[in-house]
Structure formats: C-alpha cells, structure tokens
C-alpha cells in the first residue's frame, strides 16, 4: 500500500513447467504484506492442471488460487495455511484486455512471471500483447516500471537467446528457474523457494524463503 491507496504487484503465469515457483512466490508476496494483482494465462491453466490436478476457473478462481497455494511443491494438499492470505488477491482474465493492468495509468509496482515460457519471452521481447499478460508486461516496460521475467526452459536456442537479450536491454531482470544447492536444501520445496526468494530478492521484497549466503563454507553441507 502507498499512502492507503493500493499499488498491487501483478503477477503473471505463463504455460511453462512450474507453477510451484509461481505458488511460492504469491506466498511469498502475500506473506510480505504486498497487494497481488494475478493474470494465468489459458496455458498455464494446462500446466497447472497437469501438475497439481487443480483446475484454474475464472468463475471459481478465490477457491481454486486457495487449493493451489495450499498444496506443497511435492504434491501434498493443505501443506501451507492461505485462508486468510487471499483477501488483497485481485484476479483478471487472461483475454481481458481492459482490465486495469492493460493500462499505464493503472497504479503497480511492477510485473513478476513467474514461470516464463519462451512463448511468453518472444510475445513480451516482440511487444505482441496477445493476451493480458503479454499486454501488462509491455506496459510495464514503457512505465520503466520493474519486470521480472522468470524463464523456465533448457536448452535454450538463439532465437530465445536473443529475446532474454532484448528483455534485458529494456530493462527487464532475466532470471532463469534454477535452484542452488548452497542454502542447504533437503526438500524440493527448499529447491522451489530459493527461486522464488531470487525473484522476489530482484523485486525488492523482504522474504525468509531460503538460507542466504554469509561467507561460511560447509553451510549446505548435511549435518551427521
């Protein structure tokens, strides 16, 4: 919030493998206090359902978000508590092209992705706006406002190659989906949420998602 008025983060999901990386970040934001403004795209809404069995419905989309956020990266339903995290969540069609995002004049501190397939990456690099998201992430460049583009793909081929270029030459952070292994992980839920902390670390959100770096070598080791 700025000065009462709500100045919401838009958070984008593209149709790339990974929308656990998405879920933990929206925790993340929300935990923080932060306004959350979602667009999911018609892909992702495939993604998501092949991979955590939830079905994303405009209609339904406060009950669906809910079981989606609750359901830890290993699968496992109710693993965190967001019945009361959900009330700042503002959710936009995809094909919605004159929702509030689509306009400079909309109030937003930014734009995540989160996961950004390559399709996504060339719409954005090309100024296509095919869709909400693409549409919101144009904005966000012409604002200069900060746009976190989270690529998940590998490999990469020049043609992607050379849009995260234009991305990065417009301002936008690239930062591709990978985890490390330094902050001491023992669970894929560890490995999920050192990628979300990055984006929202490039975000200027405070989180405690993963262990940080200090210097001490050994940290991430196992303990006997």
């Known amino acids: 919030m700025t000065d009462g008025k709500r100045t919401p983060w838009v958070v984008g999901v593209s149709g790339a493998s990974g929308t656990p990386y998405a879920a933990s970040v929206l925790r993340g934001l929300l935990a923080a206090g932060e306004s959350v403004d979602l667009v999911v795209s018609r892909a992702s809404r495939l993604t998501l359902l092949d991979e955590t069995g939830i079905a994303f419905r405009d209609a339904h989309w406060r009950e669906d978000l809910g079981q989606w956020l609750a359901r830890g990266a290993d699968?496992?339903?109710?693993?965190?508590?967001?019945?009361?995290?959900?009330?700042?969540?503002?959710h936009w069609s995809a094909g919605d092209l004159a929702a509030g995002p689509s306009s400079g004049s909309y109030p937003v501190k930014g734009m995540l992705i989160v996961p950004a397939s390559t399709?996504?990456?060339?719409?954005?690099?090309?100024?296509?706006?095919?869709?909400?998201?693409?549409r919101t992430a144009s904005v966000t460049l012409k604002e200069r406002r900060r746009l976190v583009v989270a690529v998940r793909e590998t490999p990469l081929n020049g043609q992607t190659?050379?849009?995260?270029?234009?991305?990065?030459?417009?301002?936008a952070v690239v930062l591709p989906a990978s985890p490390a292994f330094y902050a001491g992980a023992t669970h894929i839920q560890d490995l999920v949420d050192f990628v979300a902390g990055r984006v929202l670390d490039a975000a200027g959100v405070p989180h405690r998602l993963y262990r940080r770096w200090e210097g001490e070598l050994g940290r991430g080791s196992p303990r006997p």
């Open 161 to 171: 190659l050379r849009h995260l270029v234009t991305l990065d030459e417009a301002g």
């Open 119 to 134: 399709a996504c990456v060339a719409g954005v690099a090309l100024g296509l706006s095919k869709d909400l998201l693409q």
């Open 75 to 90: 699968g496992k339903p109710d693993t965190f508590d967001v019945r009361d995290a959900l009330d700042d969540v503002r």
